[in-house]
């Protein structure tokens, strides 16, 4: 299983980032995917899930209204649409594959992060 995230960088509050993961090695459309993040001195945190259709999603009550995952199940990518970025929003982001198509399930890997900085 291969992960890899991209699309972080430096935003100014206010502002937007569309985040991309790349997933390799395993059936993408047959299992739920995840991102999740870890703030500066933080533990890790799930931010939000998506089924293995993208029929059913689930967001973390921080960032609900705000952020949108999505997928394309042709291109095997995931992708988090973040709006009105925050500076507690300024974390490592990770993509994660669940370990079943439920879009609540735990995840089994993570990838390596992509650096989200929210700051004037």
């Known amino acids: 299983v291969q992960l890899q995230a991209s699309g972080g960088g430096l935003v100014q509050p206010g502002g937007s980032l569309r985040l991309s993961c790349a997933a390799s090695?395993?059936?993408?459309?047959?299992?739920?995917m995840s991102w999740l993040r870890q703030g500066p001195g933080k533990g890790l945190d799930r931010v939000s899930g998506?089924?293995?259709?993208?029929?059913?999603?689930w967001y973390a009550d921080s960032v609900k209204g705000r952020f949108t995952i999505s997928r394309d199940n042709d291109k095997n990518t995931l992708y988090l649409q973040m709006n009105n970025l925050k500076p507690e929003d300024t974390a490592v982001y990770y993509c994660?594959?669940?370990?079943?198509?439920?879009?609540?399930?735990?995840?089994?890997?993570r990838g390596q992060g992509t650096q989200v900085t929210v700051s004037s």
């Open positions: 994660a594959k669940g370990t079943t198509s439920y879009s609540r399930s735990p995840s089994d890997y």
């Open positions: 090695g395993f059936t993408f459309r047959n299992y739920a």
């Open positions: 998506i089924s293995e259709a993208g029929r059913t999603t």
